[in-house]
């Protein structure tokens, strides 16, 4: 059997539920993810899917990403003639 829930571990699942989906819940509140779906079924929460679920990145702005494009592997002009 698992850790009881406290009423600060269900505001805490019903705050990480709005953001996020049910596997990364329960990786952020140490939990199964069965425990966390059960819990939040109980409570009658909604549950996001991965492809619902979104992150406030806030003001965050990665600018440019600056990647210089080099090949890997070098590849003479006869070979590519074949």
Same mark, same amino acid.
């Not at 009423?7 to 993810?33: F, G, I, S, W």
């Not at 619902?52 to 965050?60: H, K």
């Given at each position: ?22 596997? *990364? ?22 549950? *996001? ?34």
């Amino acid at each position: 059997m698992g850790r009881r829930w406290t009423d600060q571990d269900v505001e805490e699942l019903r705050r990480l539920l709005q953001q996020y989906p049910v596997p *990364k819940v329960a990786e952020l509140t140490d939990r199964t993810v069965g425990g966390v779906t059960f819990k939040a079924h109980q409570l009658k929460l909604p549950l *996001k899917s991965r492809r619902e679920a979104t992150v406030d990145l806030g003001s965050f702005d990665p600018g440019p990403a600056g990647f210089d494009w080099e090949p890997l592997v070098e590849v003479d002009a006869d070979r590519r003639a074949r």
